[in-house]
């Protein structure tokens, strides 16, 4: 920051870089490359997506809706990448995600579901019974996926 006559101003030589743009970026990016077919693509963009969410932006104003905007780009990004997680036989890492999500959205039954599948897919029956017992507790009735998972494997 420098002094001026008329107030203060940024370094000429000074290169910003405001997170929120390179989020917006990564974010199109990353859904681009996926209807392009692109995995890897995809991954890369929306894991720098998941690195720049620290939670809601600064905005320049109070608008809430814009935050919850970036936070549901947030939440599909990670929920996009523990799907993948799963496919690439990576259940712990899908597991954290689906946890994330689910601290975030208590309610995303899609999360709900991943969770149960990484449990089972990393073999750990136990856990799996223990969330799909919560879920039963917290929603009056379950989604058709989470209900068929549970038949499969008998929990």
């Not at 405001?18 to 991954?43: P, V, Y």
């Not at 932006?57 to 109070?62: G, T």
């Not at 689906?98 to 579901?113: F, K, S, V, Y």
Request: aromatic share 10%; net charge neutral; charged share 25%.
């Amino acid at each position: 920051v420098l002094t001026a006559s008329d107030g203060y101003l940024l370094h000429p030589d000074l290169q910003v870089v405001l997170d929120l743009n390179a989020f917006q970026t990564s974010i199109r990016s990353g859904w681009s490359a996926h209807a392009e077919g692109r995995r890897e693509a995809a991954r890369s963009a929306f894991l720098r997506a998941e690195q720049l969410y620290q939670g809601d932006f600064a905005l320049a104003k109070s608008d809430p809706g814009e935050g919850e905007e970036y936070r549901r780009a947030f939440l599909q990004a990670i929920y996009w990448l523990a799907e993948d997680d799963l496919c690439c036989s990576q259940a712990e890492a899908c597991r954290a995600r689906a946890q994330r999500i689910l601290r975030e959205d208590p309610w995303h039954t899609g999360a709900a579901a991943l969770l149960l599948k990484a449990y089972l897919a990393s073999g750990n029956r136990r856990a799996a019974r223990r969330h799909y017992e919560r879920l039963m507790k917290i929603h009056d009735s379950l989604p058709p996926e989470i209900v068929q998972i549970a038949r499969t494997y008998g929990l």
